[in-house]
């Protein structure tokens, strides 16, 4: 079981990005997926789930409205998206799988730099 | 919702014994036997440790022992090694609409 996350992204304010997990080794579309954000130095926070099976996905408050997670059954692959960056974006992303309710495995983390 | 408390850092010295606290409220951990705990060593990806309170995957050394009472949770670390040196997340199911809710981290130094 593998998640394998796209590598570091350098973008500016107000520009886009989308960035991937791909998922080996299981179904899946029998777990859920959920993307955590780490800002330098600082612990983790949920941003969301999503059930591949249907694509219902749950958003944390903080993230709602700002951050789309979808996935893609064909590529068994999940993706987190930005229409319009922010400075405070930047941080270190990762996805993992929800397993009842923990998380495991997790991706290697996607480094998100906004600068402008 | 707050996030859960943790304290930002523990020590201990190698071949004894440490507890990290995680404390939520009566709508997270004091309502559900859905608390996990997670490794993380510098500029890596979390590793669970353990799951529902207190049980291990396979794989996970016997030294790390998670409990709870009412509205906290504590990861034991016993016989410190060097190599536990490391930041460790609690994280706990609190309700449908919000289900996930993460502790600050501690990070534990081996002196």
């Known amino acids: 079981v593998q998640l394998v996350q796209s590598g570091a992204e350098l973008k500016k304010p107000g520009e886009s990005l989308r960035i991937s997990c791909r998922a080996s080794?299981?179904?899946?579309?029998?777990?859920?997926i959920t993307w955590v954000r780490q800002m330098p130095g600082k612990g983790l926070e949920w941003m969301g789930s999503i059930d591949p099976s249907d694509s219902y996905a749950i958003y944390s408050p903080s993230f709602q409205g700002h951050v789309t997670i979808s996935t893609d059954r064909s590529t068994n692959t999940a993706y987190l998206q930005w229409t319009s960056l922010r400075t405070s974006d930047s941080g270190i992303f990762y996805c993992a799988r929800a397993d009842g309710n923990s998380f495991d495995p997790w991706g290697q983390g996607t480094l998100v730099t906004v600068s402008p | 919702q707050s996030a859960l408390t943790q304290p930002a850092s523990v020590s201990g010295s190698p071949g004894q014994s440490i507890t990290i606290s995680c404390t939520g409220t009566s709508n997270d951990i004091g309502s559900y036997n859905y608390v996990s705990w997670y490794q993380q060593h510098p500029d890596k990806a979390p590793k669970l440790l353990i799951f529902?309170?207190?049980s291990r995957p396979s794989g996970v050394s016997h030294r790390f022992s998670g409990s709870k009472s009412g509205n906290t949770a504590s990861l034991t670390v016993s016989g410190l090694q060097a190599e536990d040196e490391a930041n460790y997340h609690c994280v706990s199911y609190t309700s449908i609409t919000l289900p996930v809710l993460f502790g600050g981290g501690t990070t534990l130094t081996v002196l």
């Open positions: 529902d309170v207190s």
């Open positions: 080794g299981y179904i899946f579309p029998s777990y859920w």
